[in-house]
């Protein structure tokens, strides 16, 4: 079967704009039903707070953030001798008031403790729209589906009310998330349709559960999910080509067909419709190449030989010199091995050797260079800021690996935790000096040394996966190249010979132009405009 590749991957986190405001903490009743519409957690005694919990506590209702979290973070450290109970109360506020600090990371530390304590914590449920709240700031490398995933379905419904209904939508969305990332599927869809068309997350729902039925074999409900992105008001132009790509490739799956007794049939109606769907994917679009590459097979099924050559040669045209698409000459030494113009099929073989063997070995020795996550770190760091670092081979291959969303995600990870330190050290002497600004400090560098090297794990797979796509690339063209060796034992016509010659001559074009079409042979200078248009003659000279 012909090699393609289906990268499934999608952005997350979209803008949450509403913001928490603070209320009165004296009545803790109030406060939560006001902030989060749901009542309060039992509390574990009914001791009163002590005067520094106090003071703070009024900090907090003033708006004094910054006091607030210092006298806040002395009673989480067990500096008074509050009850268990306010201690809990003091480690929410603390969290809240971090968040109006914007120091994120160290208010989702807070959080991430109250929500591993569990419901044994008193302010377990509060905890959860906050969650929310953060996950509008932090990169989701920072682990917050994860978290949401630790509370039941029925504390995230009780937010399903009116004065709450946006962070319930979110919070859905982020449960599917959780639910698809540990394999159950059918809870992940049953969460990602529950999100109100209304909300903003409701596109990026549609998506995952299309994407998730898939995953799960159903081509219908798949189709249905990606139609509704595309239905949707205001998509924006990433997820519309996003779900374009992805219905093509729904379709291009199901029109190949296995039956019972392993033989494999084409619908001709779902390849054309796959083929369509390609077609709406934009050139302005950053899958548009994903898209002409991926097509190129289709048309290959579908015995539009040209179409696909012209795909092909779009794909190596010098706009897109950085492009890495080591399968386009797969696909050119197919075309002409079915077409038996075994000398064309021959020479894609060795230009595929010439280009992709050196690049090969550059990759192996680059990557034996690199001998820990840290140094692959700062290697992805180098290639993003210059990438001229990169020797010419290699350049736009890793260039193009390393760009994509999962890497991205983590770098802006490690620069928000950056910003957060660069804060701390430049914010006033009694935060910097405190046990408040020891403990951010902390947490900033631990989480900065996992997240540095968490992307250098994921460095050291995008290498891995190249050098293991060559290799079976040129495991593929290796078993054509012994097909050609057959073929050339046994000869070509004297009928093929000829046809192959007149070929030649005639440049292979011989196509009709009418009142709408025009044909302008290639002249060796490519236009932009006419990139989706490209068209190569590949006439069959088989006579057997």
């Given at each position: 079967?012909?090699?393609?590749r289906?990268?499934?991957?999608?952005?997350?986190?979209?803008?949450f704009?509403?913001a928490?405001?603070?209320?009165?903490p004296?009545?803790?009743?109030?406060?939560?039903?006001?902030?989060?519409?749901?009542?309060p957690?039992?509390a574990?005694?009914?001791?009163?707070?002590s005067?520094?919990l106090?003071?703070a506590?009024r900090?907090?209702?003033?708006e004094?953030?910054?006091e607030?979290?210092v006298?806040?973070?002395?009673?989480?450290?067990?500096?008074s001798?509050?009850?268990?109970?306010?201690?809990?109360k003091a480690?929410?506020?603390?969290?809240?008031?971090l968040?109006?600090l914007r120091?994120?990371?160290?208010?989702?530390?807070?959080?991430e403790e109250?929500?591993?304590a569990?419901p044994r914590h008193?302010?377990f449920?509060?905890?959860?729209?906050?969650?929310?709240q953060?996950?509008?700031q932090?990169?989701?490398?920072?682990?917050?589906?994860?978290l949401?995933?630790?509370?039941?379905?029925?504390?995230?419904d009780?937010?399903?009310?009116?004065?709450?209904r946006?962070?319930h939508d979110h919070?859905?969305y982020?449960?599917g998330?959780?639910?698809?990332?540990?394999n159950?599927l059918d809870t992940?869809?049953?969460?990602f349709d529950?999100?109100?068309?209304s909300?903003p997350h409701?596109?990026?729902?549609?998506?995952?559960?299309?994407?998730?039925?898939?995953r799960?074999?159903?081509a219908?409900p798949?189709?249905a999910?990606?139609r509704q992105?595309l239905?949707?008001?205001?998509?924006?132009?990433?997820m519309r080509?996003?779900?374009w790509?992805s219905?093509a490739?729904v379709?291009?799956?199901?029109?190949?067909r296995?039956?019972e007794?392993?033989?494999r049939?084409?619908?001709?109606?779902?390849?054309e419709?796959?083929?369509?769907?390609w077609d709406?994917?934009e050139?302005?679009s950053?899958?548009w190449l994903?898209?002409l590459?991926?097509?190129a097979?289709?048309l290959?099924?579908?015995?539009q030989?040209?179409r696909a050559?012209?795909?092909?040669?779009?794909?190596?045209s010098?706009?897109?010199?950085?492009?890495?698409?080591p399968?386009?000459?797969?696909?050119?030494?197919?075309?002409?091995?079915s077409?038996?113009?075994?000398?064309?099929a021959e020479a894609m073989?060795?230009?595929?050797?010439?280009r992709?063997?050196?690049?090969r070995?550059?990759l192996?020795?680059?990557l034996e260079?690199?001998a820990?996550?840290?140094?692959l770190?700062?290697?992805l760091?180098?290639v993003?800021?210059?990438?001229?670092?990169?020797?010419?081979?290699?350049r736009?291959?890793v260039s193009?690996?390393l760009a994509?969303?999962?890497?991205l995600r983590?770098?802006?990870?490690?620069r928000?935790?950056d910003?957060?330190?660069?804060r701390?050290?430049a914010?006033p002497?009694?935060l910097?000096?405190?046990?408040?600004?020891?403990?951010?400090?902390?947490d900033?560098?631990v989480?900065?040394?996992?997240?540095?090297?968490r992307g250098?794990?994921?460095?050291?797979g995008?290498?891995?996966?190249?050098?293991?796509?060559l290799?079976e690339l040129?495991?593929?063209?290796?078993?054509?190249?012994?097909?050609l060796?057959r073929?050339?034992?046994?000869?070509?016509s004297?009928?093929q010979?000829?046809?192959?010659?007149?070929?030649?001559?005639?440049?292979?074009?011989s196509?009709e132009v009418?009142e709408?079409?025009?044909?302008?042979p290639f002249d060796?200078?490519?236009?932009?405009d006419?990139l989706?248009?490209?068209r190569?003659?590949?006439t069959?000279?088989c006579?057997?």
């Amino acid at each position: 079967m012909p090699y393609a590749r289906a990268t499934w991957w999608v952005a997350t986190c979209l803008s949450f704009v509403s913001a928490a405001s603070a209320q009165d903490p004296s009545s803790e009743m109030e406060f939560t039903l006001e902030e989060t519409g749901q009542p309060p957690a039992l509390a574990v005694d009914d001791r009163p707070p002590s005067e520094p919990l106090a003071n703070a506590l009024r900090l907090y209702q003033r708006e004094r953030y910054l006091e607030a979290s210092v006298q806040l973070s002395r009673v989480v450290s067990g500096e008074s001798d509050d009850s268990p109970a306010n201690v809990q109360k003091a480690q929410f506020f603390l969290a809240k008031a971090l968040f109006h600090l914007r120091f994120h990371r160290a208010s989702l530390s807070l959080l991430e403790e109250i929500a591993q304590a569990g419901p044994r914590h008193g302010y377990f449920e509060q905890a959860l729209p906050w969650l929310a709240q953060l996950a509008t700031q932090l990169p989701e490398p920072a682990g917050i589906i994860e978290l949401v995933g630790l509370y039941p379905p029925e504390m995230v419904d009780a937010l399903a009310r009116d004065e709450t209904r946006e962070v319930h939508d979110h919070l859905l969305y982020l449960s599917g998330r959780h639910a698809y990332a540990q394999n159950e599927l059918d809870t992940a869809i049953a969460r990602f349709d529950r999100v109100s068309p209304s909300s903003p997350h409701f596109v990026r729902s549609r998506f995952f559960a299309g994407v998730t039925h898939v995953r799960l074999r159903r081509a219908r409900p798949a189709i249905a999910a990606f139609r509704q992105v595309l239905d949707a008001p205001d998509v924006p132009s990433r997820m519309r080509n996003l779900a374009w790509l992805s219905l093509a490739r729904v379709y291009y799956t199901a029109a190949n067909r296995t039956d019972e007794m392993g033989n494999r049939t084409l619908d001709p109606a779902l390849l054309e419709n796959a083929l369509a769907a390609w077609d709406r994917v934009e050139p302005a679009s950053e899958h548009w190449l994903d898209a002409l590459f991926e097509q190129a097979w289709g048309l290959y099924l579908a015995n539009q030989e040209s179409r696909a050559m012209g795909n092909v040669f779009t794909l190596q045209s010098p706009y897109f010199e950085g492009a890495y698409y080591p399968e386009a000459y797969v696909i050119k030494a197919v075309v002409f091995f079915s077409a038996c113009q075994t000398e064309n099929a021959e020479a894609m073989i060795t230009q595929f050797h010439e280009r992709y063997d050196p690049v090969r070995e550059e990759l192996g020795h680059t990557l034996e260079g690199l001998a820990d996550n840290e140094a692959l770190y700062r290697f992805l760091v180098g290639v993003r800021e210059d990438p001229d670092t990169l020797g010419p081979r290699i350049r736009g291959i890793v260039s193009t690996a390393l760009a994509d969303r999962t890497l991205l995600r983590h770098l802006e990870y490690v620069r928000v935790l950056d910003d957060e330190l660069a804060r701390l050290e430049a914010g006033p002497e009694p935060l910097r000096a405190s046990s408040l600004g020891d403990r951010i400090r902390a947490d900033l560098t631990v989480t900065r040394s996992f997240a540095v090297d968490r992307g250098g794990d994921l460095v050291r797979g995008r290498f891995t996966r190249l050098v293991d796509e060559l290799d079976e690339l040129m495991t593929q063209m290796d078993t054509v190249e012994v097909e050609l060796l057959r073929v050339r034992r046994e000869g070509l016509s004297q009928a093929q010979r000829d046809e192959l010659e007149r070929i030649r001559q005639a440049g292979g074009l011989s196509v009709e132009v009418d009142e709408e079409h025009q044909i302008w042979p290639f002249d060796g200078e490519y236009w932009r405009d006419e990139l989706p248009f490209y068209r190569q003659r590949v006439t069959p000279i088989c006579t057997r």
